[in-house]
């Protein structure tokens, strides 16, 4: 039983370089989530897609984009990478919106 | 402004005691909690939640209690073991169309043998 697969588990990036977070579930999910974990801040919503087709932002949206390619994979982009966004970035999904969500295993990103 | 609130950083608990973790949230219009629970390099996993129109919800040795109003709820663990050691979430269904979650910084759980 997969669940949610994020990848990368790790990764090391430049100020300024992109790239893209990786989010796959396989329970025919409709609502998919990112989030990002920082110490003494709990789990803050970056962005979310309520059901294929729609994405919204979050509480902190600003320096990432995503793409809800399908129904089953969205993606987080960050365009220009700063030290601020150095971050545990976690993937979930919903049934619906507000039911429980089952999260991924995190992203460990660290900006230099 | 924080909606959710876990007060306590950590919590440090002998094995076999009871481990009491609580939550304060301001929005009224919240109608449903859930606790979650999260070892180190792993994500959060869902433990147990409760519905705003109950004031507990039991399961095994995990019990949430729910006073609305307070705007408070607990989770209580008993008896508590070594492998419960992990951060609590505590979070809560948003009010609107979308009904997304928010957590609280959450609560380091330590038992100790």
Same mark, same amino acid.
């Given at each position: ?8 588990? &790790? ?60 129904k089953r ?28 969500? &089952? &999260? ?9 | ?21 609580? +939550? ?13 629970? $999260? ?14 129109? $109950? ?29 419960d050691s992990?951060v609590y979430? +505590? ?23």
């Amino acid at each position: 039983n997969a669940g949610v697969t994020q990848t990368p588990k &790790f990764q090391v990036l430049k100020t300024g370089q992109s790239m893209t977070l990786q989010c796959a579930q396989d329970m025919n999910h409709n609502s998919m989530y990112w989030y990002r974990q920082d110490p003494g801040m709990g789990l803050r919503l970056i962005y979310y897609s309520a059901s294929e087709g729609t994405t919204d932002k979050g509480e902190v949206p600003n320096g990432y984009n995503v793409s809800r390619l399908n129904k089953r994979e969205f993606s987080l982009r960050l365009e220009s990478a700063a030290p601020s966004q150095t971050s545990v970035y976690f993937c979930a999904s919903t049934h619906g919106p507000g039911t429980e969500a &089952f &999260f991924g295993q995190g992203t460990r990103l660290t900006v230099v | 402004d924080q909606q959710v609130k876990q007060n306590s950083p950590s919590l440090s608990v002998q094995e076999g005691r009871i481990s009491i973790l609580n +939550c304060d949230y301001t929005n009224s219009m919240f109608d449903y909690f859930l606790w979650y629970k $999260k070892y180190p390099a792993e994500g959060p996993t869902f433990l147990i939640s409760i519905s705003s129109i $109950k004031d507990k919800n039991e399961d095994g040795r995990f019990t949430v209690f729910l006073n609305k109003s307070a705007k408070h709820l607990s989770l209580h663990i008993v008896p508590s073991q070594p492998g419960d050691s992990a951060v609590y979430f +505590c979070a809560a269904r948003g009010g609107g169309s979308q009904g997304n979650l928010i957590f609280g910084k959450g609560t380091k759980l330590s038992v100790k043998p």
